[in-house]
């Protein structure tokens, strides 16, 4: 249930019967994909491809940062911020 | 398969559910039964463990869904500052159980595991009521109205929301208090480093190796592989690991034993110099690789000593309730109410959690009913951390436990005389097994460390050593938990250093416009040494005042930490009133009224009590009064020690009777603006205008 939840939504699970082997391939690598992802957002580490994916929506036709860039604007925006990112 | 179950007519779905929260209720109530009711055996930690879990589920189920629906009414048609502004950094919406996650490692820190520990000195069971009944009704639904407010109102800050709602005045009010509790925080977690790390070759050894570690971390995620922060961390929990292991042959090294041998007077001084240099750094460099590196580590160790909990079952060893409920106790002083309320305070509420709630998180939720599972469930996690804390602190020998948090004032410096007074307490202890207790876990004296850390590292590697490795293990794990403790304190002094620094720099600004600007170098390094003198004084004072040190710093954190809280509940209200909610306006206004008779209470008793052990400005006149006339009183040595004792004793009541004198300013201002909201028929919270999603997805999620 959770982990349906924490997977959803994945395109490549939806069929459960009748799957080939290259297609539970795909799954895993889909699943290990998205549990990658929200580990780098729970410890706050930068997602060059999450970026990628979101500049592409959002801004179509210009030119995406270079991931050296990219990085160094995430780690600047979120830690030399006036909020304190840690409590006590 | 869940879903064709439940909804088989046969079995209604009602009933099911009903069955199962009765269950987890009669599991709650056997639990607390079998701690309560056990007057001669020893009660096992993980029946503490599963009756807070019971507590934490219901609460979850039944009253934050109250909260949800009928009081905050979450909207998930309405789209929230995440989906709004999403701008691929700050705003992204996000899976609600990363949210989670994100959340809780940022509001997680030293302090559920510090205030447990001093409250221990009255026994498991009162510790244990305030967590589990303040997280249910306080603390749990502070960071859940707050993550909602500052949610409707696109991830605005505390400060900036009490200016919203309350006005200018309110708003300046609340960032002085702000500065103050932070300042008074990082005075507090830098002594409980000093503490933890004085005479310790090994823990110092370990602990600085941390700082090359994150900084190679940083070279390495700027540098060699951008972002691979994955890559950098396994790099740096592999050195750590190293450290510690190798910490224990450089004590006994010759050369370089001495050569990290630090008092606690040095050891201030090089975190106050070290906060200096570190929160000028650029972020990169040491600030966030560590951050990373601390996160990693702080959920692998819940994690952790959560199954060591269960799988060793350790018995509590601290009586239920001891009598130092009279206020005579030798770790804070001063009576149950209102100090135990205080003295717990991140766990069951915490002020500081309104800076977070109002931070980061906003502006990740995805769905308005998210807040409620990151709000409300992230600080019953982190309450769970709390009981943790307390378990491991009560499964020690009474002995110990009081040998390593008593001041050398009360105790003396030897095992031989710490024996002797502790065990005419009540609790039977011999100087060997104090010894015995420091050998086991590699360090010279565990006396005189007040402060958590050390003897929640004691407890903790009673625990896991007996989980993995046994007694040979065990200094392993003492120096791995202090090493854990001091890496995220270290991040916190680094980056709350940085955050007081902005704060001052926008006080300042209101004086002498350059002074506010934050590019400036200029501007940068007054507002840094600014901030670093004043949390170092206490700092450093902590250690060389034989009166001071962290049993006289975490009754003023408490306070003020309490006072944050206060004010972001009375913003709360305020918001509820305005939204014309005024008959649920007592979920945020009940805690709000205890939160304010303790912390009124205590910040009164604090300053003014006329007893020296407990009042501030009793104390001060005592020592001041005997120095004019020439009398040196003990543990102080001289007239010229008698003087500090007096003059921080003077500090410390002047703050308290101004954190004080904030709380009561801010419940003047929510006063006025609820009656003003009440007398009028529209609601008035400036909320961003709703705005819903377009398309089929309007109330999809739940």
């Known amino acids: 249930m959770l982990l349906r939840n924490v997977l959803n939504p994945l395109p490549s699970c939806r069929a459960v019967t009748g799957t080939t082997v290259e297609e539970c391939v795909a799954c895993a690598r889909d699943a290990a994909a998205q549990l990658r992802q929200g580990w780098l957002r729970v410890i706050g580490a930068p997602d060059y491809g999450a970026y990628l994916v979101h500049h592409a929506a959002r801004h179509p036709g210009t030119a995406p940062m270079s991931e050296r860039d990219y990085v160094n604007m995430f780690i600047e925006q979120r830690f030399n911020v006036r909020g304190a990112g840690r409590c006590c | ?702």
């Open chain 2, 1 to 702: 398969m869940s879903d064709r179950a439940l909804s088989n007519p046969a079995v209604p779905r009602r009933i099911i559910f009903m069955l199962i929260w009765a269950g987890i209720a009669a599991l709650g109530v056997f639990a607390f039964a079998g701690i309560a009711l056990n007057r001669n055996e020893p009660v096992s930690a993980a029946w503490l463990v599963t009756a807070a879990i019971c507590v934490y589920l219901i609460a979850y189920r039944f009253y934050s869904k109250f909260i949800a629906q009928k009081v905050l009414q979450l909207d998930d048609t309405r789209m929230t500052p995440a989906e709004r502004h999403n701008d691929g950094l700050d705003y992204v919406p996000t899976n609600r159980y990363v949210v989670f996650g994100h959340h809780f490692a940022a509001i997680a820190g030293a302090g559920p595991l510090v205030g447990p520990v001093l409250a221990a000195q009255m026994g498991y069971l009162p510790g244990t009521l305030w967590i589990l009944i303040g997280v249910v009704f306080a603390g749990a639904v502070q960071d859940f109205v707050i993550l909602f407010c500052s949610m409707r109102r696109d991830g605005r800050s505390l400060g900036e929301m009490v200016k919203m709602e309350m006005g200018p005045v309110a708003g300046g009010v609340a960032l002085v208090g702000t500065l103050g509790i932070m300042i008074i925080i990082l005075a507090a977690l830098g002594l409980v480093v000093v503490k933890a790390l004085g005479e310790s070759p090994w823990g110092t050894f370990t602990v600085a190796v941390t700082i090359p570690t994150a900084m190679l971390m940083g070279v390495y995620m700027r540098s060699i592989r951008p972002g691979k922060v994955g890559e950098a961390s396994a790099f740096g929990v592999v050195v750590l690991l190293l450290a510690i292991w190798f910490g224990q042959y450089v004590a006994k090294d010759a050369t370089f034993g001495p050569a990290f041998t630090y008092s606690a007077p040095a050891l201030a001084l090089a975190i106050i110099i070290y906060g200096a240099i570190a929160s000028m750094l650029p972020v990169w460099l040491l600030l966030a690789p560590r951050d990373y590196l601390s996160t990693f580590l702080k959920i692998g160790v819940i994690v952790a000593l959560a199954l060591g909990i269960y799988f060793v079952q350790p018995d509590l060893k601290m009586e239920s309730v001891t009598r130092f409920t009279d206020g005579s106790g030798p770790v804070f002083s001063g009576p149950l109410f209102p100090f135990l309320f205080i003295t717990i305070a991140c766990g069951a509420v915490s002020g500081f959690h309104a800076l977070i709630a109002s931070g980061t998180t906003p502006k990740m939720i995805e769905r308005e009913s998210d807040a409620r599972f990151v709000g409300y469930g992230g600080m019953l996690m982190e309450s769970f951390v709390a009981m943790m804390a307390l378990c491991a602190a009560c499964v020690l020998d009474p002995g110990i436990y009081f040998a390593m948090n008593s001041p050398a004032a009360v105790i003396g410096d030897t095992p031989q005389r710490a024996a002797e007074v502790i065990s005419n307490w009540g609790w039977v202890i011999t100087p060997e097994s104090i010894t015995q207790t420091a050998n086991d876990v590699g360090e010279r004296t565990i006396l005189n460390r007040a402060g958590g850390a050390p003897t929640l590292a004691v407890g903790m590697a009673q625990i896991m050593a007996q989980a993995l490795g046994g007694k040979a293990l065990e200094a392993f794990w003492y120096h791995f938990a202090i090493l854990f403790e001091a890496l995220f304190i270290l991040t916190a002094v680094d980056a709350g250093t940085r955050a007081g620094r902005f704060m001052i720099q926008d006080l300042l600004g209101h004086v002498y416009a350059p002074l506010g600007r934050t590019e400036s170098v200029f501007s940068n390094v007054v507002a840094t040494v600014l901030c670093v003198s004043a949390w170092g004084y206490f700092v450093y004072q902590g250690t060389v005042d034989p009166l001071g040190g962290v049993n006289t710093i975490w009754p003023l954190f408490g306070i003020s930490n309490q006072m944050l809280a206060g004010i972001a509940l009375l913003l709360a209200t305020t918001v509820l009133i305005k939204l014309k909610r005024e008959r649920y306006a007592w979920v945020t206004l009940a805690p709000t009224a205890w939160l304010l008779v303790c912390t009124l209470t205590a910040g009164w008793m604090k300053a003014f009590s006329s007893d020296p052990r407990i009042g501030f400005y009793a104390l001060a006149n005592k020592f001041s009064e005997a120095a004019s006339a020439g009398t040196v009183l003990a543990p102080a040595k001289s007239i010229a020690e008698m003087q500090r004792v007096a003059f921080n004793n003077y500090v410390c009541g002047t703050l308290t009777v101004m954190f004080v004198a904030l709380v009561v300013v801010m419940a003047y201002f929510t006063v006025r603006m609820s009656l003003q909201a009440l007398r009028n028929a529209m609601p008035s919270a400036a909320e961003t205008p709703p705005e819903s999603r377009e398309g089929g997805l309007a109330g999809a999620a739940a």
